[in-house]
């Protein structure tokens, strides 16, 4: 979770329309206009069978220490479960926030309590309640997609400490050439500045080659990498032949840069402070301090980089002080200690969330940590998990690598060492990735020697250059498409543009080289990765969600969830402080009691209550096809047909007034419309209104949906900012 975003160019011709039309469409309940919904009913055009349970699906996360058992208190279980979502999605938060998960708090070090973390797979310890993740100390990075709480060991300014990648990284363990793989640490000045000289505190294991390079032709590296190149300065072609410090002369005169990067491909193996007993210590490389300036006219050298033990996601002053010079990296080793507990949040407990009920007796989908783990770890969890009888659905191995920086080709090379292992202990494991953190268009990277930028087709095109494909059973892909802060019409213009972000990302998957026999999963979603958003409490909230869901499984995603399943309670939004919200379904107090059910709770239930049939069975998903003379995509619908062969049509209206609507059935051979009584039920704007007031901020009136029958010669009308579901038969 909690994602780098790709922002799409959004359509200004769509936008002005939609402006304009709000600011003169004030009818409310008055139907403006008839749109036409047009069902492909034909059995060869159906797009998928679907269970109920198993397409829409939810989620649980880390949570603060100490609030886990008042969140799966037996009252919150049962008013989660009360939303009717199926199968469960577990996220790993660890992996953003650049720590080890110890899955199980029992478990072994390879040194005494430091080292290598394996958790136990014992059967005689007592059940997991929750988890905990451990910082690394040979972090690199000074920001992280997840809290923040740690720094980079490259510009600390600490003579003790060292940044190292990850040895799985390295020939013993990729089989390959370092060449191939190579490690690299950024430094961002966070303006251009005059550079010509740069001093790198080498240790073991250092750099045998290395370049270092600036960024040109582009802005962004970490934020845009396909506009521009790595360009190597003059004298930035290195070598290294003992750890210790090296200032080297770049440039005879400065040059204006921002973004410049060690990129190294030769390894000395030499060991590493913890000694010569683990081969992990002695592979990769470690760097205790980066430096980059200038020298002056004296022949000194001026550092242009602020050394303190303080990260952040912005320069400027935090709790710590003056933030560093930020930097970012390849990898990290996994190596840790006892010391380095996380003491201000967990992970639910994998039993606690197999015996909750959470997951309806369905298998789960679990992750295993692989950005900053062992192939030994991953496998200790699944073994664990078969021996406690907790059936599982498949197996994410790792999550966001995006947000890491991660480059295709290293992601792949510890995807295929961990599918190893795992299918050498189980070779039925459903195993898949990558888990992308959340784009909106296809996600790109550097360009390799060939120009390719995309992310996905280089990493499918590793697996494939190993005759490894098999080895990815599932495709999975988070999915946060907006900032969070938006209202009126720019809040409406995304709810109007979220159809065509969905094709956008699902096509450029397949055009990626995706095959189709290999599914499709969203894991984790909601409206913004903006944690304490608004926006999934107003009704927009709720219209978002349904499309969302119904319009990733209408595209052939196989399966998709809802983010986040807890009542976690409201907060404040750092960046639109009057709002007050959370991604959740429900408006709880700090001690997790729920105060009411919010809007993302209503659409569950207009999902899994009244489109699908509660009671299960095989529903058949078809295309539609909606046309409107007004404001492009403001009514989106969805067809399904029911197992007892009762049509059921989904309409989203995102529009400020009502319309009428027409629907039709073209079975290849006729031409229908709905028979007899239909059923009509209603969520929307009449029902739910949420009232802002800060943390007691919740929801009047909160009215479920409602139900009344239509006849065949009625008008069917669609209330303006709602979610209706029709339900009948058609004519024969």
Not at 96 to 120: A, C, I, M
Not at 681 to 698: C, E, I, L, M, P
């Amino acid at each position: 979770m909690r994602v780098f975003q790709t922002v799409v160019l959004l359509c200004a011709v769509i936008y002005e329309s939609l402006a304009s039309a709000a600011a003169v469409r004030r009818t409310g309940d008055v139907p403006l206009g008839t749109v036409e919904v047009r069902v492909d009913a034909r059995p060869s055009h159906r797009i998928a069978m679907l269970q109920p349970l198993e397409a829409l699906g939810s989620t649980v996360d880390k949570e603060p220490a100490g609030s886990i058992p008042r969140l799966y208190s037996r009252q919150n279980v049962a008013a989660m479960l009360d939303a009717g979502w199926g199968w469960l999605s577990y996220r790993l938060f660890t992996e953003l926030s650049v720590q080890d998960w110890h899955w199980n708090p029992t478990g072994r070090f390879s040194e005494k309590d430091g080292g290598y973390w394996t958790s136990s797979a014992s059967t005689r310890r007592s059940a997991i309640i929750d988890s905990f993740g451990y910082r690394l100390p040979h972090r690199g990075f000074t920001p992280d997609q997840g809290n923040n709480a740690d720094y980079s060991r490259l510009t600390d300014g600490d003579p003790r400490t060292y940044w190292k990648s990850n040895p799985y990284l390295s020939a013993p363990y990729t089989r390959e050439s370092d060449a191939l793989h190579p490690q690299w640490a950024v430094i961002d000045l966070e303006h251009r500045q005059a550079v010509d000289a740069i001093r790198i505190a080498w240790v073991n294991p250092y750099a045998t080659k290395y370049t270092v390079q600036y960024w040109s032709g582009g802005d962004d590296p970490m934020g845009d990498p396909a506009k521009g190149r790595w360009q190597a300065f003059s004298g930035g072609v290195l070598r290294q032949r003992a750890a210790s410090t090296v200032s080297a002369r770049l440039e005879t005169r400065p040059i204006v840069v921002r973004f410049v990067r060690v990129l190294m491909t030769q390894s000395s193996n030499t060991c590493d402070s913890h000694g010569t007993k683990d081969r992990r210590n002695c592979v990769g490389y470690a760097i205790g301090e980066l430096s980059l300036g200038r020298i002056d006219a004296r022949g000194h050298f001026v550092d242009a980089v602020r050394h303190a033990r303080c990260g952040g996601e912005t320069a400027g002053l935090y709790r710590c002080g003056r933030r560093q010079t930020a930097t970012y990296v390849s990898s990290v080793d996994p190596w840790h200690t006892a010391r380095d507990r996380v003491r201000d949040q967990e992970q639910p407990g994998l039993d606690l969330i197999a015996r909750s009920g959470l997951g309806r007796g369905l298998p789960m989908m679990v992750p295993v940590p692989m950005l900053y783990s062992t192939p030994e770890n991953a496998v200790a969890e699944i073994r664990y998990m078969r021996a406690h009888q907790i059936r599982l659905f498949a197996v994410e191995l790792g999550e966001e690598p995006d947000g890491q920086y991660t480059t295709p080709e290293d992601d792949a090379a510890l995807y295929l060492q961990w599918a190893r292992a795992l299918h050498a202990f189980d070779p039925h494991l459903r195993l898949g990735g990558p888990v992308f953190s959340g784009v909106n268009a296809d996600l790109q990277t550097w360009a390799d020697a060939h120009g390719d930028v995309s992310w996905l087709h280089r990493f499918l095109r590793y697996l494939h250059a190993h005759r490894a494909l098999h080895e990815l059973s599932f495709m999975s892909f988070e999915h946060y498409p907006f900032d969070g802060c938006e209202r009126g019409a720019a809040l409406q213009h995304d709810l109007l543009v979220e159809p065509s972000i969905q094709k956008a990302v699902v096509d450029a998957w397949r055009a990626d080289g995706l095959p189709s026999r290999i599914p499709m999963y969203v894991t984790e979603a909601n409206f913004s990765a903006t944690n304490f958003t608004q926006t999934p409490m107003l009704v927009a909230g709720g219209l978002w969600q349904a499309d969302y869901m119904a319009g990733f499984l209408s595209l052939g995603v196989a399966r998709v969830v809802y983010y986040q399943y807890e009542p976690v309670p409201l907060s404040q939004n750092r960046q639109c402080r009057s709002d007050w919200g959370n991604l959740t379904m429900f408006a709880a107090n700090s001690r997790a009691r729920i105060r009411a059910r919010t809007a993302q709770f209503w659409a569950a239930r207009m999902l899994t209550r009244e489109w699908f049939d509660a009671r299960g069975g095989a529903h058949g998903l078809y295309p539609v096809s909606v046309q409107f003379a007004g404001t492009p995509a403001v009514v989106t619908a969805y067809a399904l047909r029911r197992p007892g062969g009762e049509w059921s049509l989904l309409l989203i209206n995102k529009d400020v007034t009502a319309h009428t609507v027409r629907a039709t059935f073209n079975d290849g051979v006729a031409t229908r419309s709905f028979r007899g009584t239909v059923t009509r039920v209603v969520w929307g704007a009449k029902q739910y209104v949420w009232h802002t007031r800060g943390a007691s901020s919740a929801p009047q009136p909160d009215d479920p949906p409602t139900h009344d029958m239509l006849q065949t010669n009625e008008p069917i009308v669609v209330p303006a900012q709602s979610l209706i579901v029709l339900r009948g038969n058609t004519t024969s």
